[in-house]
T-cell receptor, first 113, second 111 residues
Framework: DAKTTQPTSMDCAEGRAANLPCNHSTISGNEYVYWYRQIHSQGPQYIIHGLKNNETNEMASLIITEDRKSSTLILPHATLRDTAVYYCIVRVFGDSGTYKYIFGTGTRLKVLA | DTEVTQTPKHLVMGMTNKKSLKCEQHMGHRAMYWYKQKAKKPPELMFVYSYEKLSINESVPSRFSPECPNSSLLNLHLHALQPEDSALYLC??????????FGEGSWLTVV
């Protein structure tokens, strides 16, 4: 299964952009990259996903490199409420014909006032 | 509405007890998942049901027994657990191949 690696922790000043990297060098051509965040051990919350093109929604932007070996989640104007653990996930198609969502190690983002 | 409801929120059980965790969704999703999360670790996939059939078991010990009675419900039956099984158990659902949505989890403590 494709694996993802992320920095353990990052700090970001409030109001600045937070750029969270993810390495997924073993990703296959049809495997999507998803990003979730988890606040205080609540259930993970969906943020954004993409295959090869850059994506943007009301929460964030996702930049995927052309070779698809890495991606960056961008929170354009971080607030204190964005303090959370951010997970980069690869959706893989398993041998059983079912999709699996494999979590990376996660980055603990702390937004500083 | 992207709500996945898990009950109970907290469960304390002895090593000889039998208990169940329940998960419910009314989004018409046909894939449902159980994940286990230890403190300061990422969630780990345990089981996947697709169209009410068990399609993935990630080599989970038999003391964990999943059940999908219908397309809206997912249970996790627990029996003869060990203290190291104490964790946050997360349920999720999705349309097959689409974004998964998580419940808030059930905190399990085995004493």
């Amino acid at each position: 299964d494709a694996k993802t690696t992320q920095p353990t922790s990052m700090d970001c000043a409030e109001g600045r952009a937070a750029n969270l990297p993810c390495n997924h060098s073993t990703i296959s051509g049809n495997e999507y990259v998803y990003w979730y965040r988890q606040i205080h051990s609540q259930g993970p919350q969906y943020i954004i996903h993409g295959l090869k093109n850059n994506e943007t929604n009301e929460m964030a932007s996702l930049i995927i490199t052309e070779d698809r070996k890495s991606s960056t989640l961008i929170l354009p104007h971080a607030t204190l409420r964005d303090t959370a653990v951010y997970y980069c996930i690869v959706r893989v198609f398993g041998d059983s014909g079912t999709y699996k969502y494999i979590f990376g190690t996660g980055t603990r983002l702390k937004v500083l006032a | 509405d992207t709500e996945v409801t898990q009950t109970p929120k907290h469960l304390v059980m002895g090593m000889t007890n039998k208990k169940s965790l329940k998960c419910e969704q009314h989004m018409g999703h046909r894939a449902m998942y159980w994940y286990k999360q230890k403190a300061k670790k990422p969630p780990e996939l345990m089981f996947v049901y697709s169209y009410e059939k068990l399609s993935i078991n990630e080599s989970v010990p038999s003391r964990f027994s999943p059940e999908c009675p219908n397309s809206s419900l997912l249970n996790l039956h627990l029996h003869a657990l060990q203290p190291e099984d104490s964790a946050l158990y997360l349920c999720a659902s999705s349309q097959v191949g689409n974004t998964i949505y998580f419940g808030e989890g059930s905190w399990l403590t085995v004493v």
